[in-house]
């Protein structure tokens, strides 16, 4: 039933996929007769050939006589015939617009080897301008706080102004740091000027001219808009070359920052951060869209980027003050009000918006001017919505803590608010605000204090941390709850804690005490490690008595445990009895009172 004539129709689109799903819509569509056979047979011919470009021979005849027939599948046959002729007809530049076609691929061609083009002139004067970061450092020990761990060695990238930015985990802790250009083997000595932990962010300087020589200075430039492309050059672990990862922006919202457990706005993208990129500049259109600083643990591909803006706040702050001077805040802990039940009890109109206030820091100079049950409406003018959100860019909402966090210390803010079903506008002055304890304690070494072998250290949370990775679980649970939740009562205020026992005959009997936190010396409550140190030094009875957590008291012979401290010193081989803050702040009360 063959004829003999036959046509040869080379396909354009050869996509594998698409052949195989059209090859597939054809069987399924067919019945199992003879004639669909020989058709089946044919259109296998065509799919397999198209797939690598190659011609097929199709019997015209054979065509003809199944349109005539009973099956009237043959009409996707046919169209499948029609669709490898004009195909052919656009390959040749005929009929069907295939000048058009052309002229559009071109075009596109062209657009996209111009973006090339320019990316890879913005990576090249990237990789004159970054610079490696080799960091001394040497890390204090919480629990043995007159001991330090060992020294290690860290990477980081830099984007130089006659300044070097990095992040401030490269150089935490640092006892001597140098720096390397790109393509140079000479490494030179470099200063820390400023460091800003809460923003993970380092200024360095560099005093040689000869570093300077033939380095371009990075613009910065605006936040990238989502799904906007950006390249992060960076040094990461497994090789000794600069690399250069691509990846779009998926996300901008304030985050965590893991080194300074502050929540500022960073920007999510979907390249590689791995350790080593730290510090590397972020690159869009020329200019530096953010610093490499974390990535999500987990996950893979996701990092973030310290976007401009918080760069430039540290940057003006260094400028103006010669040193880093930290993140505004409220000192407010606010909850939403997207319940209507809650907005008609505090008297929201349907209008209305905002978050009300549950919690007010002490320290704070709202704490002077704002109540609790406030209902927060608008900050500077701009609505706060019930989820504590505001306004930001082309349909997108950030917290309005960024909106806080943006002000330079001792700014004021307008901050209008719902009381008792009344509007009231207020002028609050803000400024940073540091926590009853401390989330961080780099670049410097830890307080302590050893009376007969008991050991007394202001509670951080680094000292929580050695308790492991999972130290939330395995700290002691009223100190993990204080750390995270407390607020402090007064400037300078601290929860001092007995850590262990160095055990002695002086001693015997209260091991079994450590991990809890002193309230009392003498009867006297305690301020801070200073303050107990000075109750205990200046003793005049016979006896001194530590009261504890849990109404648990200890009670010392305070001739007998002084002769004691200096054995137990030696024996463990501690240098001090007290930290170097505590020894300073000594001599200086004792200048004081000499003058």
């Not at 300074?260 to 590397?280: K, V």
């Not at 306004?391 to 803590?401: A, K, L, M, V, W």
């Not at 940073?432 to 989330?439: A, F, I, R």
């Not at 140190?533 to 957590?549: A, G, H, K």
Request: net charge neutral; proline share 4%.
């Amino acid at each position: 039933m063959l004829g003999s004539t036959v046509r040869t129709v080379r396909r354009v689109s050869s996509s594998s996929n698409h052949n195989v799903l059209l090859k597939e819509s054809i069987l399924k569509r067919f019945n199992n007769t003879s004639t669909d056979r020989i058709l089946i047979s044919k259109a296998n011919n065509y799919v397999s050939s198209s797939s690598s470009s190659s011609t097929t021979q199709i019997n015209k005849n054979n065509e003809t006589h199944l349109r005539n027939g009973e099956c009237c599948t043959t009409t996707l046959a046919s169209h499948v015939l029609r669709n490898s002729k004009n195909n052919r007809q656009r390959q040749r530049g005929g009929g069907g617009g295939g000048g058009v076609v052309r002229h559009q691929q071109q075009q596109k061609k062209t657009t996209t080897t111009d973006r090339e083009d320019k990316d890879r002139d913005a990576i090249e004067l990237a990789l004159d301008s970054v610079v490696k970061i080799f960091t001394v450092s040497s890390s204090p020990n919480y629990i043995l706080p007159w001991q330090n761990k060992s020294q290690r060695e860290s990477m980081g990238f830099v984007i130089p102004g006659r300044k070097i930015i990095t992040n401030a985990h490269v150089v935490a802790d640092h006892t001597f740091v140098l720096v390397r250009k790109h393509g140079s083997p000479t490494k030179y000595r470099a200063e820390v000027q400023a460091v800003g932990h809460e923003c993970d962010l380092a200024l360095l300087l560099v005093e040689s001219q000869d570093f300077w020589e033939g380095m371009n200075f990075l613009e910065l430039g605006d936040i990238p808009f989502l799904q906007q492309a950006v390249a992060v050059v960076g040094y990461p672990q497994g090789g000794d070359n600069i690399s250069v990862t691509k990846g779009v922006v998926s996300r901008v919202e304030p985050t965590q920052y893991v080194h300074g457990a502050t929540q500022l706005m960073a920007i999510q993208i979907d390249a590689a951060i791995n350790p080593g990129n730290s510090g590397g500049p972020a690159i869009m259109a020329n200019k530096v869209a953010g610093v490499a600083f974390q990535n999500l643990s987990g996950a893979e591909n996701i990092g973030y980027i310290i976007p401009v803006p918080v760069i430039k706040h540290f940057l003006d702050g260094v400028e103006e003050s010669g040193k880093y001077v930290g993140f505004c805040s409220l000192g407010l802990v606010c909850q939403p009000t997207e319940n209507v039940q809650l907005r008609n009890h505090f008297k929201m109109l349907p209008e209305m918006t905002g978050v009300l206030v549950s919690k007010i820091n002490p320290l704070s100079d709202a704490y002077k001017i704002l109540k609790k049950d406030d209902i927060i409406l608008t900050f500077d003018g701009v609505p706060i919505a019930n989820d504590g959100t505001v306004p930001f860019r082309n349909r997108e909402r950030i917290t309005f803590d960024y909106l806080v966090s943006m002000k330079k210390p001792n700014e004021t803010a307008v901050v209008k608010v719902l009381r008792d079903g009344k509007e009231c506008e207020f002028s609050i002055t803000l400024r940073p605000l540091q926590p009853l304890v401390p989330v961080h304690q780099f670049d410097k070494l830890p307080s302590y204090y050893i009376f007969a072998g008991l050991v007394f250290v202001p509670l951080t949370q680094p000292y929580l941390h050695e308790y492991g990775e999972d130290w939330y679980n395995t700290s002691p649970r009223r100190l993990c709850e204080r750390a995270l939740r407390e607020l402090p009562k007064k400037a300078g205020e601290q929860l001092v804690v007995l850590s262990q026992v160095l055990m002695d005959d002086i001693n015997a009997g209260y091991e079994r005490l450590a991990e809890l936190q002193v309230k009392k010396v003498n009867g006297v409550e305690i301020e801070n490690l200073k303050h107990l140190c000075q109750i205990v030094e200046t003793c005049s009875n016979e006896s001194v008595r530590f009261d504890l957590d849990d109404e648990r008291v200890i009670v010392l012979n305070y001739h007998l445990a002084k002769i004691a401290s200096s054995k137990i010193l030696r024996r463990h081989r501690i240098p001090s009895a007290k930290s170097d803050d505590l020894i300073d702040e000594q001599n200086s009360l004792e200048v004081g009172l000499a003058c």
